[in-house]
């Protein structure tokens, strides 16, 4: 096996490899025991590509700033971009900044903001971080990535897995031409319902954000 194959960490999963279950029991307990006490916190998501001189980045940051301002905890992915943008605005913001670093063979470094990191080989294990101690998701323009966790938070809402906390997609001129999608191909086709637009909320300003979220996540 080549060490660029061992990335494909669930292809190389099998019952001759059941040790493997401990290494993600041990991310689940070090992720439970970090954030066990981080009390009412929202989590931030969007592009690990954009710079400190980007609209994106300025956005994101003042939104953690004036989220942490108002008593709430921060969670990003740790890493650059948006995520960095988030943990330096709650840092400044005298708020908590949680860092979930994934181990990606590009682009993903820790950035220097966060006050509590945790590190993850395992995205499906990250994943259950962000929705077990997120009251809320802030989704600033993104990829793959960021249209991976929107959707995740959208079904799992849906389907009543989890409890309904504010979506919050920002940036309308970014989110405005897929939520449009949605309304002439998904809704005209009823593979949603017109409810369920009622699940997120698109704006553009922090202090918007931050009304919602007070409104909607008690302290």
């Given at each position: 096996?080549?060490?660029?194959?061992?990335?494909?960490?669930?292809?190389?999963?099998?019952?001759?490899?059941?040790?493997?279950?401990?290494?993600?029991?041990?991310?689940?307990?070090?992720?439970?025991?970090?954030?066990?006490?981080?009390?009412?916190?929202?989590?931030?998501?969007?592009?690990?590509?954009?710079?400190?001189?980007?609209?994106?980045?300025?956005?994101?940051?003042?939104?953690?700033?004036?989220?942490?301002?108002?008593?709430?905890?921060v969670i990003t992915g740790g890493g650059p971009g948006v995520m960095e943008a988030g943990n330096k605005g709650a840092t400044e913001g005298g708020g908590v900044s949680v860092g979930l670093n994934i181990q990606l063979p590009f682009e993903q470094k820790p950035n220097d903001y966060a006050t509590i990191k945790c590190e993850?080989?395992?995205?499906?294990?990250?994943?259950?971080?962000?929705?077990?101690?997120?009251?809320?998701?802030?989704?600033?323009?993104?990829?793959?990535?960021?249209?991976?966790?929107?959707?995740?938070?959208?079904?799992?809402?849906?389907?009543?897995?989890?409890?309904?906390?504010?979506?919050?997609?920002?940036?309308?001129?970014?989110?405005?031409?897929?939520?449009?999608?949605?309304?002439?191909?998904?809704?005209?086709?009823?593979?949603?319902?017109?409810?369920?637009?009622?699940?997120?909320?698109?704006?553009?300003?922090?202090?918007?954000?931050?009304?919602?979220?007070?409104?909607?996540?008690?302290?």
């Open positions: 096996m080549t060490a660029f194959s061992k990335q494909y960490l669930i292809d190389d999963l099998s019952h001759k490899d059941a040790w493997r279950l401990f290494r993600i029991m041990a991310e689940f307990v070090d992720g439970f025991e970090n954030l066990n006490d981080l009390g009412p916190a929202i989590s931030i998501f969007g592009s690990a590509r954009v710079s400190p001189e980007d609209r994106e980045y300025k956005l994101a940051y003042e939104t953690a700033k004036k989220l942490a301002e108002a008593g709430y905890a993850f080989k395992y995205f499906f294990v990250r994943k259950v971080m962000f929705i077990k101690y997120a009251m809320g998701y802030v989704v600033m323009p993104g990829g793959w990535g960021t249209l991976d966790e929107l959707s995740e938070a959208l079904v799992l809402t849906q389907t009543k897995r989890i409890k309904p906390f504010p979506i919050i997609l920002v940036d309308r001129e970014f989110w405005g031409p897929l939520v449009d999608w949605f309304k002439e191909k998904l809704l005209k086709k009823s593979y949603i319902k017109e409810q369920d637009f009622d699940l997120f909320f698109v704006v553009d300003e922090p202090d918007e954000v931050v009304s919602i979220v007070k409104r909607l996540v008690i302290l």
